[in-house]
């Protein structure tokens, strides 16, 4: 290992784990970062390589060298992706939940972005070498239609149209418990939650302007099945307005919701990620200026997840799946 920094653990800081510790001497380095490094063997305590959960003593010499992480670009991968609509422009996309979009932390292939590179060969370069045209996003866990611009010309004038909030973005989403009407309009600030970085919270001052509208497609038991507007884009967006309803996202456990639902006395599958589904868009063609719509079917295991459910509950066939049909 090549001379790096050094730290000698005072009295103080005895105790302390060696990656809360070095997260702390080192603020250019997130705690993720010096977790890489530890594991890395590039972080030595009196001359050893420990774990990232070796605990501080008062005395000890530690030794980093902290080598940046190699600049990430995205390749092309021959991963199975469903492509709805797509010409020299842009391609639209069915997301599966489980995929990330582009690469970053926690991501560094297995993307969408890897996904259309292997099957287009090429896409905008303006979103850069991790996001290459990606001009919106979907969370990871949330399945459904998804842009993506194949030029740099048709790039700007989707992100336009995204920035002045014309586009029309239409999700499914089941959320625990029933609401109060039939539709209605959140309308509450987000901001980063400061004490839980992954999540959002609408109980800062200092959010962002949000507003989701909501209608009730159908009543099952303990749940509500809504059709979702946005009208802002922001992080988490839907299941932070429904949290703070005290409404979360079936299968959303970020946000409160229960780890095991019950239908009556019968225990559902757990679910493994949000009920939460993009299932139509709508924008202006980037060359034609002709309105574009594409739908997204319901992602297979949410029907299953709804199928399970109506069943649970002894629902008739048909009785309530008019708004959803559509959707499926």
Not at 10 to 19: C, I, N, T, V, Y
Not at 64 to 90: K, N, S, T
Not at 93 to 120: D, F
Not at 294 to 306: D, K, N, T
Request: glycine share 10%; no cysteine; charged share 25%.
């Amino acid at each position: 290992m090549s001379e790096g920094k050094k730290f000698r653990i005072a009295a103080e800081h005895a105790g302390q784990r060696l990656d809360r510790f070095l997260a702390a001497q080192l603020p250019e380095l997130s705690r993720t970062r010096v977790q890489e490094l530890i594991a890395e063997g590039r972080v030595l305590v009196d001359g050893a390589v420990v774990k990232a959960s070796h605990r501080a003593a008062a005395g000890e010499t530690v030794v980093v060298e902290a080598q940046p992480r190699p600049p990430l670009a995205a390749v092309p991968e021959d991963i199975p992706i469903e492509i709805l609509r797509e010409d020299e422009d842009f391609v639209v996309v069915n997301k599966p939940a489980g995929m990330a979009v582009h690469l970053g932390a926690g991501a560094k292939r297995g993307t969408l972005v890897n996904a259309l590179l292997h099957r287009l060969g090429q896409l905008s370069a303006a979103g850069g070498s991790l996001r290459p045209g990606i001009v919106h996003r979907l969370d990871r866990g949330t399945s459904g239609v998804l842009v993506v611009a194949r030029n740099d010309r048709a790039h700007g004038l989707l992100a336009e149209q995204f920035r002045s909030r014309t586009v029309e973005k239409i999700y499914l989403a089941l959320v625990q418990g029933r609401l109060e009407g039939d539709s209605g309009t959140i309308a509450l600030p987000i901001a980063r939650d400061l004490k839980r970085r992954t999540r959002m919270t609408t109980a800062r001052r200092k959010g962002r302007e949000a507003r989701t509208d909501w209608r009730v497609i159908a009543r099952l038991g303990g749940f509500t099945l809504l059709e979702v507007s946005l009208h802002t884009g922001r992080t988490h967006q839907i299941r932070v307005h429904f949290s703070a309803l005290r409404h979360p996202v079936v299968g959303d456990t970020l946000y409160g919701a229960a780890r095991q639902e019950h239908a009556g006395k019968i225990i559902l599958p757990a679910l493994g990620r949000p009920f939460l589904h993009a299932a139509r868009i709508g924008f202006l063609h980037p060359r034609t200026g002709e309105a574009v719509e594409v739908r997204a079917p319901l992602a297979p295991e949410l029907r299953a997840w709804l199928a399970g459910l109506v069943a649970a509950l002894e629902i008739p066939a048909g009785s309530f799946d008019a708004g959803l049909r559509a959707y499926l």
